[in-house]
């Protein structure tokens, strides 16, 4: 079972800003990095092994773009799926004062 997604948003705060927010608000282990596809960006492990789950977040000329992607053959897949977007929608995104959430383009294609 996969599920990848992606949303774009309008956030006032900076990156580095937005690392300090998700960092402290603890649900997942942030990390900085940079990469030639998108610059810098953060990212966290949202299912541990032997599920497969990373959030991306990547700047995208002035708006934000959350990237989703999870992957899993195990029993209960759905619900630990629904959970991360829950987490993604219920935490996430306000923590870090998101507004105007699109769907978008997912960067994994």
């Given at each position: 079972?996969?599920?990848?997604?992606?949303?774009?948003?309008?956030?006032?705060?900076?990156?580095?800003?937005?690392?300090?927010?998700?960092?402290?608000?603890?649900?997942?282990?942030?990390?900085?990095?940079?990469?030639?596809?998108?610059?810098?960006?953060?990212?966290?492990?949202?299912?541990?092994d032997?599920?497969?789950?990373?959030?991306?977040?990547?700047s995208?000329g002035?708006?934000y773009?959350i990237?989703?992607?999870?992957?899993?053959?195990?029993?209960?897949?759905?619900?630990?799926?629904?959970?991360?977007?829950?987490?993604?929608?219920q935490q996430?995104?306000?923590?870090?004062?998101?507004?105007?959430?699109?769907?978008?383009?997912?960067?994994?294609?």
């Open positions: 079972m996969t599920d990848l997604y992606a949303y774009s948003f309008y956030s006032p705060l900076s990156m580095a800003e937005i690392f300090q927010r998700l960092d402290a608000l603890g649900t997942w282990r942030w990390i900085e990095r940079d990469n030639d596809n998108w610059g810098e960006y953060i990212s966290a492990r949202a299912l541990r032997p599920h497969d789950g990373m959030v991306k977040l990547i995208d002035g708006r773009i990237n989703v992607y999870l992957r899993s053959d195990q029993p209960g897949a759905g619900a630990a799926f629904a959970a991360i977007r829950d987490t993604v929608f996430v995104l306000p923590a870090i004062d998101a507004s105007d959430i699109l769907k978008t383009n997912d960067i994994e294609s």
